[in-house]
């Protein structure tokens, strides 16, 4: 027996580590670092934390390589996040996976969620639900008032084309400058029996509404001196579509054109 194992084997572990961290001071080594282990292990990515709270965000979809990107630069920060849907559906005791997931990220932030129906088994430790309906402005609009400023919103609901306008038009401008709106399930759009439309050039569903995002980003180029700029024509500055989910940044969106020194035969005109 070498004497490595017979002094572990005489003094025990726990002083032998009491000695190595001794050592350790006296020399000037720093200390080991610390293996995190559990969820402290995992909480630097998103798509092992929806495994672990199974949350459909990874597997049946995959949304959090998305979020990921998006939603790095607030790691550690403090802000709050409000998702609506919570999951379950009506059954008892079930739903709060991507809310917990969530939490697990962001560990300075705070999680809201809101559903029509009472959820508020989830609520614990920095997770707060309100029960609302997503296709009423008013329980948009005082769910919005409880929160206060609000820096990420998600549209996990109903996924009806009606419901995901109304909630669009009501808590976009609700969003911090900055912000980030994402909209899961945009399937739904395509789909007459979920209130979307086989119609690829509809304009009353979910895609037909985030589509025009793309023309807004670009208003400054239009030549039609009498169009007038939408409220999202004026704050969105990125809109990034994946499958089934699409992603939207807020932001003050006037970078000015070249249109009149480009198109300047048009503009002599005037």
Sequence with gaps: MSIRPMVKSALGERNVRVLRQL???????????????GL????????????????DKWGTHRYTRHYQRHLQHLKNKKFNLLEIGIGGYNRAGQGGASLRMWKAFFPNAQIFGMDIQDKSFVDEDRITTFIGDQSDPDSLNAIAEKIGEIDVIID?????????????????????DGGIYAVEDTQSSYWPEWMGSEDLDAKDTSMGLLKRLTDGLNYEEFVDESYEPTYTDRNVVGVHFYHNLVIIEKGKNAEGSNKRSALKQRYAKS
């Design 23 to 37: 050592k350790r001071q006296i020399t000037g080594k720093p200390a080991a670092p610390v293996k995190p282990t």
């Design 40 to 55: 402290d292990a995992i909480s630097h990515d998103l798509s092992k934390l929806a495994v672990h709270f199974k949350t």
């Design 156 to 176: 996990d609901g109903s996924h009806r084309s009606p419901h995901v306008i109304t909630t669009f038009e009501t808590l976009f401008p609700l969003l911090k």
